[in-house]
């Protein structure tokens, strides 16, 4: 398969199954993997912009932002990497990185393409899989349902898309 198709996966891009905001992380990573995605998303040239609770600011380094004391203000990172879609990172723990997307910005062909681009390029530049499940699916109840696979170098099916 050279792609995912609208037609087959269109599902996994229904808020009403999947929630409107979907979570995507990538496991077992480290304040260097942090690193890297901040050092992607500011090479790549993406609108963002970085808040501590309601207060925008620059972003820091990672390891100033992963080493926030827990009372901290929730620190969140909004990307877009194409105009009218946003990602949006909680940097929370150093050993996954979490952010979600919304699902009503990923209409059609194009919004599958566009989340694959995305995916691949995270995965990528990380050398990990990334996985999309259900809106708040958390911890060991997570059932992923696509993600980039690093050693097909690319977005693949991780669950049955057909509702029968």
Not at 17 to 44: H, N
Not at 52 to 60: F, T, V
Not at 137 to 151: C, E, K, M, Y
């Amino acid at each position: 398969m050279a792609g995912l198709r609208w037609s087959e996966v269109e599902n996994f891009f229904d808020p009403d199954l999947m929630g409107t905001l979907p979570d995507v992380f990538v496991p077992g990573t480290s304040v260097e993997d942090w690193q890297a995605v901040f050092d992607l998303i500011r090479s790549k040239g993406w609108a963002w912009e970085y808040f501590e609770g309601s207060d925008k600011r620059q972003l820091p380094c990672a390891a100033e932002v992963l080493s926030h004391p827990d009372d901290a203000e929730t620190m969140t990172l909004r990307v877009w990497p194409v105009p009218d879609v946003e990602v949006t990172f909680r940097p929370w723990t150093a050993d996954e990185i979490d952010f979600y997307v919304d699902l009503r910005e990923l209409r059609g062909q194009a919004g599958v393409d566009t989340l694959c681009d995305f995916l691949c390029t995270i995965g990528r530049r990380l050398g990990k899989p990334v996985s999309m499940c259900s809106e708040s699916n958390i911890g060991s109840t997570r059932f992923p349902v696509l993600g980039f696979d690093p050693a097909a170098d690319r977005v693949v099916l991780l669950a049955n898309p057909k509702l029968d």
